[in-house]
């Protein structure tokens, strides 16, 4: 049963640096398939095996189907995220995302990085991150939310020349306390106003 659940996690996170550039590159986080598989399978079963003739057992296994497809989609979507760091700015791609599959923002138009760490979280994995994104001259902001990745993170602070708005912001995202929880901004202007 194990190798099913490690088998259905997806392709390996980390980090692909090149050797001849700065850029480099973030993958998404792992999912466990597992359950949107079992929701999808367990929904399409109850149509095979006849179990639909009543209204209640129909809904039941279309709910399954249902639900399980949008599991299974939202899972493929976390997987298959990548981030690129370059001099220029940061390129958010992801080929199964059917509405704009490639994004790239400039460092000067991220204006703000979050940093959640939720209900006493043990690792930094389980802390999100948030990073905003303005057009100049543009009232629409963009948010993109992922798994805490120190490393990018701290990139993101550091070419953004994003400030702290609280002075108890630690000075490194690897050093992040997380035995309370909390929310951790970085602005350009230091403020969230």
Wanted: without cysteine; glycine residues 6%; aromatic residues 10%.
């Amino acid at each position: 049963m194990t190798e099913v659940a490690q088998s259905a996690v997806g392709p390996a996170a980390g980090n692909v640096q090149d050797a001849n550039s700065k850029q480099q590159i973030f993958r998404g986080s792992q999912r466990n398939l597992v359950i949107p598989l079992t929701l999808f399978l367990s929904g399409l079963t109850a149509f095979a095996m006849g179990m639909t003739h009543t209204f209640f057992g129909g809904a039941i296994a279309w709910t399954f189907v249902i639900w399980g497809a949008l599991f299974l989609f939202s899972n493929l979507l976390d997987i298959y995220q990548e981030y690129e760091v370059t001099d220029e700015g940061l390129a958010i791609r992801n080929p199964i995302r059917l509405w704009t599959p490639d994004k790239f923002w400039t460092w000067k138009e991220i204006y703000r990085l979050d940093v959640l760490v939720r209900n006493r979280d043990t690792h930094l994995d389980n802390a999100a991150m948030n990073i905003y994104h303005e057009l100049s001259g543009e009232i629409i902001k963009e948010r993109e939310d992922r798994n805490l990745d120190p490393k990018l993170a701290q990139i993101i602070i550091e070419r953004a020349e994003l400030q702290p708005v609280d002075a108890g912001n630690p000075k490194t995202i690897e050093k992040l306390p997380l035995n309370h929880k909390a929310t951790y901004h970085w602005t350009k202007n230091g403020s969230l106003a």
